[in-house]
């Protein structure tokens, strides 16, 4: 079974500065997809990023970027330049990749981390 | 493309009793995937559906029951209802095939048993 830990259940950061999210993760798979999702207060869930485990690149969506270490399980959220409608609660969430490269719908996530960006 | 949608948003229910819940996919997304987020639990893994077929489960009871129509839409019924049953119900779609996996939730439908 998986797991997924997030270790800062609340955050604070000053608009236009940058914070990193932690996340690690502990599984004895080798191809699997991880992902950062926001919940915003009483709003649905949104897709920040995604990784898949077999590329070594980080990946990076406009002011959103990873750090993904494979070895150390480990796949850190970077917001730079962070605007107040960052604030949410941020998931960390992991999904086995099968065969073939499909899954089964099965996200396992983190307890989430608290973002509040202040003005 | 109109997102994920549920329906309803929010529902009140009495211990014992029994309940449904929809949730209407993406255009062309076949696979539909079911989660219970709670304060203290965080969000958990109760079923997947993909062409009408249970294809994944979590850990929970049996009182907790899905099924997916041929549309895509699915539904997931709670009976017996617990006051431990109180869970904002979320669902998600994904397309399905190699390289495609991401899942896109809907707004979600907030159950208070009482």
Same mark, same amino acid.
């Given at each position: 079974?998986q797991t997924?830990?997030?270790?800062?259940p609340?955050?604070?950061?000053q608009?236009?500065?940058?914070?990193t999210?932690?996340?690690t993760?502990?599984?004895?798979?080798?191809?699997y997809?991880? $992902?950062?999702y =926001?919940?915003?207060? +009483?709003?649905?869930?949104?897709?920040?990023?995604r990784?898949? @485990?077999?590329?070594? *690149?980080?990946?990076?969506e406009?002011?959103?970027?990873?750090?993904?270490?494979?070895?150390?399980?480990? $796949?850190?959220? =970077?917001?730079?330049d +962070?605007?107040?409608?960052?604030?949410?609660?941020?998931f960390? @969430?992991?999904?086995? *990749?099968?065969?073939?490269?499909?899954?089964?719908?099965?996200?396992?996530?983190?307890q989430?981390?608290?973002?509040?960006?202040?003005? | 493309?109109?997102?994920?949608?549920q329906?309803p948003?929010?529902?009140?229910?009495?211990r014992g009793?029994?309940?449904?819940?929809?949730?209407?996919?993406?255009?062309?997304?076949?696979?539909?995937s079911w989660?219970?987020?709670t304060?203290g639990?965080?969000?958990?893994?109760?079923f997947?559906?993909?062409?009408?077929?249970?294809?994944?489960k979590g850990?929970?009871?049996?009182?907790?029951?899905?099924?997916?129509?041929?549309?895509?839409?699915?539904?997931?019924?709670?009976?017996?209802?617990?006051?431990?049953?109180?869970?904002?119900y979320?669902?998600?779609?994904?397309?399905?095939?190699?390289?495609?996996?991401?899942?896109?939730?809907?707004p979600?439908?907030r159950?208070?048993?009482?």
């Amino acid at each position: 079974a998986q797991t997924v830990t997030q270790s800062q259940p609340e955050m604070s950061v000053q608009e236009a500065e940058t914070v990193t999210l932690s996340c690690t993760y502990d599984t004895s798979e080798s191809n699997y997809y991880l $992902f950062w999702y =926001k919940q915003p207060p +009483s709003r649905q869930m949104i897709l920040v990023i995604r990784q898949e @485990a077999y590329k070594q *690149q980080n990946a990076t969506e406009n002011r959103f970027s990873v750090n993904f270490q494979k070895a150390a399980k480990s $796949f850190s959220l =970077k917001i730079s330049d +962070s605007q107040l409608g960052d604030t949410a609660m941020y998931f960390c @969430a992991f999904m086995k *990749q099968y065969a073939g490269g499909t899954s089964y719908g099965k996200l396992t996530f983190g307890q989430g981390t608290i973002l509040t960006v202040h003005p | 493309k109109a997102g994920v949608t549920q329906t309803p948003r929010y529902l009140i229910k009495t211990r014992g009793q029994q309940v449904t819940l929809s949730c209407s996919p993406i255009s062309g997304h076949r696979s539909v995937s079911w989660y219970q987020q709670t304060p203290g639990q965080g969000l958990q893994f109760l079923f997947e559906y993909f062409s009408e077929t249970q294809r994944n489960k979590g850990n929970f009871p049996g009182r907790f029951s899905g099924r997916q129509f041929s549309n895509s839409r699915s539904e997931m019924n709670v009976s017996t209802l617990e006051l431990g049953d109180s869970a904002l119900y979320l669902c998600a779609s994904s397309s399905v095939g190699k390289g495609t996996y991401e899942q896109y939730f809907g707004p979600g439908t907030r159950l208070t048993v009482t």
